[in-house]
C-alpha cells in the first residue's frame, strides 16, 4: 500500500491523475466550489469532468473517500444532496474500500444519477515510486525528493535526450503524461574543458534548440526572493519552442563543480503558477554529488 487510509490529498491527487490521463479531451479541474441552486451556499467538489458533446456540456462530479472502511449510505445521501443543490448531471463516489449493500442500494435506487465506484491505487508499476530517488550519470549522482502528489518513474533514457528519471503526477502512466500532463524529467551534464560554467551550458543548449526550432525564445527569470534556490548557484529560464507545442518549457539548471543537474517542467499552457512551485521545490531539496561507488548506467 502506498497511500495510507487517511491522506485524502494524496488520494484526490491520484483519482485527479486517472481522471485526466483517462479523459484526455475532456477539462478536468480539481477542488472546485459551485453555488447551490437551493441552499446558496458554496460546495465543495473534489473533482470535476467538463465534456463538451456539441452545443451542451456534460458534467461529471466526482467525490473521493479515502476510508479504512466501506462507504456508507450517510455519505450517498450526502452526495445526492449536493448534486441536487448545483444541478449537476451525474455524480460518482470513489473510495478505497468499497461501500456497504445499503450504500449500493440507496445510489442505484434514486432518479438522480451517481455511480459508486472502487479506486484502490493499492501498487505503483514496477518503474514508479514515491518517497526519494537517486539518479546517476559515471561519476556524479542527484539525489532528490518526490514532490507531494508526483511520482519518480526511471523508464530510463529518451532517444536523442539521455534522460535519467521522468516526474509526473499521480494517477498517470508516463505515456498519459506526456500527451499533456505536467510532466518533469531531469538529466544530469558532465563539465568539460570547453563548456564548464552554467552559463555556457545553458546557451549551448539554446543554440541546439533554435537550429531545431528556429522561432524559438528564451528568457533568464530571476527566483521568487524567498526561494532557497535565490542564495545558490543555479539559473532558471523559460522557453516557448514552437506555436504547436504543449506549453511553456521551464529548465532549472543546478551548479556542481563537475556538472550541471538540469531539471525540466513541461508545463500545460495557463498553469503555470500551479506548476512552476513545484520545480523550484524539487530544485530546492536536491543534492548533486560526486561519488566513485556508483557506476554508470
Not at 502528489?149 to 534522460?163: I, N, P, R, S
Request: charged content about 25%; aromatic content about 8%; hydrophobic content about 40%.
Amino acid at each position: 500500500m502506498w497511500i495510507p487510509a487517511d491522506d485524502w490529498d494524496l488520494y484526490e491527487r491520484y483519482v485527479f491523475g486517472e481522471l485526466e490521463r483517462l479523459c484526455p479531451d475532456a477539462q478536468v479541474e480539481r477542488n472546485v466550489y459551485l453555488t447551490g441552486i437551493r441552499s446558496g451556499v458554496r460546495r465543495q467538489i473534489d473533482a470535476m469532468v467538463t465534456i463538451n458533446a456539441g452545443p451542451f456540456k456534460l458534467r461529471v462530479a466526482f467525490d473521493c473517500k479515502c476510508y479504512k472502511r466501506k462507504v456508507n449510505v450517510t455519505a450517498v445521501e450526502r452526495m445526492l444532496s449536493t448534486l441536487d443543490d448545483i444541478r449537476v448531471n451525474k455524480g460518482v463516489l470513489v473510495t478505497t474500500r468499497g461501500y456497504s449493500k445499503a450504500a449500493l442500494a440507496r445510489a442505484q435506487n434514486d432518479s438522480r444519477d451517481i455511480e459508486l465506484r472502487i479506486v484502490s491505487p493499492d501498487r505503483l508499476s514496477v518503474s514508479q515510486w514515491i518517497g526519494g530517488m537517486v539518479a546517476h550519470y559515471g561519476s556524479l549522482a542527484a539525489l532528490l525528493k518526490t514532490p507531494r502528489g508526483w511520482v519518480f518513474d526511471d523508464t530510463g533514457y529518451d532517444e536523442g535526450m539521455e534522460v535519467l528519471f521522468w516526474i509526473y503526477p499521480v494517477g498517470h502512466t508516463l505515456e498519459s503524461a506526456l500527451a499533456g500532463a505536467a510532466i518533469m524529467y531531469g538529466i544530469i551534464i558532465p563539465k568539460d574543458p570547453t563548456c564548464s560554467r552554467i552559463e555556457e551550458i545553458a546557451g549551448r543548449d539554446e543554440q541546439a534548440a533554435k537550429q531545431k526550432f528556429p522561432t524559438a525564445r528564451f528568457d533568464r527569470l530571476p527566483f521568487p526572493s524567498k526561494s532557497h534556490l535565490s542564495g545558490r548557484s543555479a539559473l532558471l529560464r523559460k522557453g516557448l519552442v514552437h506555436a504547436g507545442y504543449r506549453g511553456p518549457e521551464y529548465s532549472l539548471y543546478l551548479d556542481h563543480p563537475e556538472g550541471v543537474l538540469l531539471l525540466v517542467l513541461l508545463c500545460p499552457d495557463g498553469r503555470d503558477e500551479e506548476f512552476l512551485p513545484v520545480l523550484l521545490d524539487l530544485g530546492s531539496g536536491a543534492i548533486l554529488l560526486k561519488t566513485t561507488t556508483i557506476e554508470s548506467k
